[in-house]
């Protein structure tokens, strides 16, 4: 029997975007290198290879997030129990508008991602680092 989906992706980025913050490339940049916030890349390792990242943000695969906030877990990372802004990123908003709707309903807050991720981050010329092939 083929399976019915009820509620679609579609409807879930709407819930999540209707009740976070989203910042454009250009707001995101303008926030970057401040110590009162965190951007958290929820991106695969492998997009980080091949794309580059933000310089100082935090590496968190998407997988692992609930695990990494929730201070009760065993794999909680002290970054996320910081007094600050989290803003999550991704290749191009769909991860991270849904992962900041699961932080903020988690409790933490402030939360906001990148309308568009990381492509309309470099798109708007944020900085970018990136790292030398690894050898084989």
């Known amino acids: 029997m083929a399976q019915t989906i009820t509620r679609g992706y579609k409807a879930m980025l709407d819930e999540a975007n209707a009740k976070i913050e989203t910042l454009s490339a ?3 940049i303008a926030r970057q290198g401040r110590d009162d916030m965190v951007f958290v890349d929820l991106r695969d390792p492998r997009e980080l290879e091949r794309e580059g990242r933000i310089p100082g943000a935090l590496h968190c695969p998407r997988g692992m997030l609930e695990f990494w906030i929730d201070p009760e877990s065993p794999y909680h990372k002290p ?6 802004t989290f803003i999550f990123f991704c290749a191009a908003g ?3 508008a849904l992962s900041a709707a699961t932080a903020q309903d988690m409790g933490l807050k402030p939360v906001a991602h990148i309308e ?3 492509t309309a981050w470099k798109a708007a010329g944020g900085p970018v680092e990136t790292q030398p092939p690894k050898q084989s």
């Open 26 to 28: 250009e707001e995101a």
């Open 79 to 84: 970054a996320f129990a910081q007094n600050k």
């Open 94 to 96: 769909w991860r991270s």
């Open 116 to 118: 568009g991720g990381f």
